[in-house]
């Protein structure tokens, strides 16, 4: 029913940024909550952000808060992850999620899943 498509992923240096973008199909897409998950090898998806529905409301997990910026524009259908002042623990594949009922904190929460799009932070 929603198809997320994460992009701008890739491969950058300890202490820079990086914006990853997430893009939604249809017209629902102002009325989900959003968050962003990554996934590391060997690792449990762990939550690392979330917006509500309207953006008025933002989540960050610890390990990212004061570096990391969840925004959304709804006119757009995008999704959006800026992440500054990056580390080598970063490193992984970054997941956006839609959830239709605005519970945000879990991965079960979520009914909509990306594909995932690769950080590599190197030291």
């Known amino acids: 029913q929603v198809q997320l498509i994460e992009s701008g992923g890739g491969l950058v240096q300890a202490g820079e940024s990086l914006i990853l973008s997430c893009s939604a199909s249809?017209?629902?897409?102002?009325?989900?909550?959003m968050g962003w998950f990554r996934q590391a090898p060997g690792n449990e998806r762990e939550f690392v952000a979330a917006?509500?529905?309207?953006?008025?409301?933002?989540y960050y997990a610890d390990s990212v808060k004061g570096r990391f910026t969840i925004s959304r524009d709804n006119a757009k259908n995008t999704l959006y992850l800026q992440m500054k002042s990056l580390k080598p623990e970063d490193t992984a594949v970054y997941y956006c999620?839609?959830?239709?009922?605005?519970?945000?904190?879990?991965?079960?929460?979520?009914?909509?899943w990306g594909q995932g799009t690769q950080v590599t932070v190197s030291s």
């Open positions: 999620a839609a959830s239709p009922h605005g519970w945000v904190l879990k991965p079960t929460d979520y009914d909509y």
């Open positions: 249809g017209r629902t897409f102002s009325t989900y909550a």
């Open positions: 917006i509500s529905a309207r953006g008025g409301s933002t």
